[in-house]
């Protein structure tokens, strides 16, 4: 079989799989028009495996790493009366109170991916609180395909109100210091710009390639931000300078990064869409700017 290399496919494909990952597309059709890539010795089944994500191979913090704690713990939804499962990670030594993160997911919940991305800003130093909107569904049900579909079962500005409820929680918890910011992707990416409109206290806000609230909001914004966007994501970009217009005109501390040649998704290290070079400055640059907030 034929290698598949990232430089060898077109950006079409990563433009297909971006639909396709954001419902706009249905798996039917997404393999109908991938077939019209599968050429030169590439078939549909080698491309659909090369585009999916590989939760085995990429994790970079594993649970059980001795030098983090982390468990899985419920809070009040704020919704409905039930309960958010959540995975809470911290350093397995503290010598104080250490700042929160509230962690983010897609818009497939709590994923294998972003539980890792949890365990790593334990490891710089914070505490993390990574909650999974689709609790009240049954949970992540193991695969993204099916995150996808439960996850739009639930309103966004339901999920919305059980991420600044996990800011509540994690707020007041024993081993927080009472300064907390939030990191997201894609669907995080706009859920963390809401929460710097809906939360007063929010004390940083980092979204990765995340729509943009509506511009009559962003007065209400107080937190700093720092916004990660990918070049090739029109989607998502084409609402940058409305909301960047907004944020000067309301005087709002902001610093927004632009990286090059990248798709969205770009920091998630379980897809070819991955970028290295981007993803570990982003991430470098977000654990300094939340050590710069938060401590």
Sequence with gaps: MKEIRKEDIKQEVFDLYDDYAHNRVGRREFMQKLSTYAVGGLTVAALTNFLMPDY??????????????????????????????????????????????????ENRGLNPHIEDVARRAALAGFVSIAPDALSPLGGYPGNDDEGRELQQKRGRDEMLEDFIAAFEYLKNHKHCNGKVGVVGFCFGGWISNMMAVRIPELAAAVPFYGGQPETEDVPRIQA????????????????????????????????AHLYAGTNHGFHNDTTPRYDKAAAELAWKRTIDFFKAHLT
């Design 56 to 105: 085995v191979h990429a994790v970079q913090v594993r649970n059980d790493d001795p030098r983090l704690k982390s468990e899985y713990i419920n809070y009040r939804s704020a919704k409905g009366g039930g309960t958010i499962k959540a995975l809470l990670s911290a350093p397995a030594e503290m010598e104080k109170p250490l700042g929160g993160i509230v962690v983010v997911h």
């Design 224 to 255: 700093p931000l720092l916004l990660h966007f990918a070049e090739l994501d029109a989607r998502v970009n084409e609402g940058w300078p409305a909301y960047e217009a907004a944020l000067k005109e309301n005087k709002k501390v902001y610093t």
